[in-house]
């Protein structure tokens, strides 16, 4: 019989979403598992106001019917529905597993944001003599985000170099279409010089 594992997650960043769902089903090729995939989105409404209806889906699932579960905690951007599934899971006895996020009671995987994204802006610095360095970060309320960002503004003080609000553009999806977009703005204002170099979030933001 085929174990069962879900995987909780919310869809604001479909290349993201994809890259980690695909990895996902490579890993899990040929050991005798399905993933079954609860994908929520929040929107916002005529008022403006958030709107969490789609995090309702998750109230279909029955952990017990489940021999464990994925938190993709970093896409799920509403706190409410987070903490709800976190209690019902630990309720459930299953095992579990966040990525990015701790989320108390449960296991989790966190990758080092800021010493990789500190190395890169020092090799610019450093290496290809960059001084006006521009950034194209992610959701501002993200950790990995808010790390990373933390990190481009701790190389440049540590290299006597000031920080220029100008060459910053934040509370992005993580996309190509957002990179994309954000530097082509940046190179085509005529208002702001050229920078020496762009420093993408990600590698998808970057291609």
Not at 80 to 87: C, D, H, I
Not at 94 to 118: A, E, M, P, Q
Not at 124 to 138: N, P, R
């Amino acid at each position: 019989m085929k174990r069962k594992i879900a995987i909780l997650a919310s869809g604001w960043s479909v290349e993201y979403l994809n890259a980690i769902i695909t990895s996902m089903q490579e890993s899990a090729k040929g050991k005798n598992v399905d993933l079954y995939l609860f994908c929520c989105y929040k929107f916002y409404d005529f008022s403006g106001l958030p709107n969490s209806e789609g995090f309702k889906l998750f109230d279909i699932i029955d952990y017990k019917n489940f021999d464990g579960v994925i938190i993709l905690s970093d896409t799920i951007d509403d706190e409410k529905s987070l903490e709800q599934e976190r209690l019902k899971i630990l309720e459930s006895g299953i095992k579990s597993v966040s990525l990015i996020r701790k989320l108390d009671g449960i296991k989790f995987i966190h990758s080092d944001n800021y010493s990789g994204f500190y190395q890169l802006i020092s090799h610019l610095i450093e290496e290809h003599k960059a001084t006006k360095i521009a950034y194209v970060g992610g959701p501002v309320e993200d950790i990995q985000s808010k790390e990373r960002f933390t990190a481009y503004k701790d190389a440049l003080s540590n290299h006597n170099i000031e920080y220029d609000p100008s060459l910053i553009f934040q509370n992005g999806d993580w996309s190509y279409k957002y990179g994309y977009f954000n530097t082509k703005g940046l190179l085509s204002n005529p208002f702001i010089k050229r920078p020496d170099a762009i420093a993408c979030v990600n590698d998808i933001a970057a291609r």
